[in-house]
């Protein structure tokens, strides 16, 4: 079975694109702090990278900032890639489900490329809703 949960902080701003058939991709880092110390005492940290898709990909891009505090489950895949170099390979976590950890100072956010600050509740419901007009759910 090929499944894990991280806890850590992104290590830079979500990316959000669009693969050529239209599916909605996110890709972010995650650093995650090892539970032991070595023999110096000093804390190791693994970074690993997340990718998101479809209606996921659309709140991390929006919602995943540099420092985000996140909880991501999902499944580990191996991709391979050609570069200039020749034949690499990547392990990502495939995002199924995120939580946000952080708490905001009386509910707000600021956007990290405007400098406005947002109300975070009320973008995110709107964005909800958005979402759920663009389906037909029976409730």
């Known amino acids: 079975m090929n499944k894990s949960l991280l806890i850590g902080y992104a290590t830079r701003n979500a990316t ?5 058939s239209g599916v909605k991709v996110s890709r972010f880092n995650i650093a995650v702090n090892r539970n032991y110390t070595d023999s110096n005492g000093e804390r190791k940290t ?7 898709f479809r209606s996921l990909a659309e709140i991390v891009g929006r919602y995943v900032h540099k420092g985000s505090r996140i909880c991501v489950s999902g499944s580990f895949e191996c991709r391979k890639y050609e570069d200039s170099d020749g034949v690499k390979a990547v392990i990502e976590l495939i995002a199924q489900d995120v939580e946000f ?11 990290a490329e405007s400098g406005q600050v947002k109300n975070s509740k009320q973008d995110f419901q709107s964005f909800v809703d958005e979402l ?4 037909d759910i029976p409730f």
Request: hydrophobic share 30%; proline share 4%; net charge negative.
């Open 101 to 111: 950890l952080d708490k905001r100072k009386d509910d707000e956010q600021t956007d």
């Open 132 to 135: 759920a007009d663009s389906y």
């Open 46 to 52: 693994d970074f690993f990278p997340v990718v998101a």
């Open 16 to 20: 959000l694109t669009e693969t050529s």
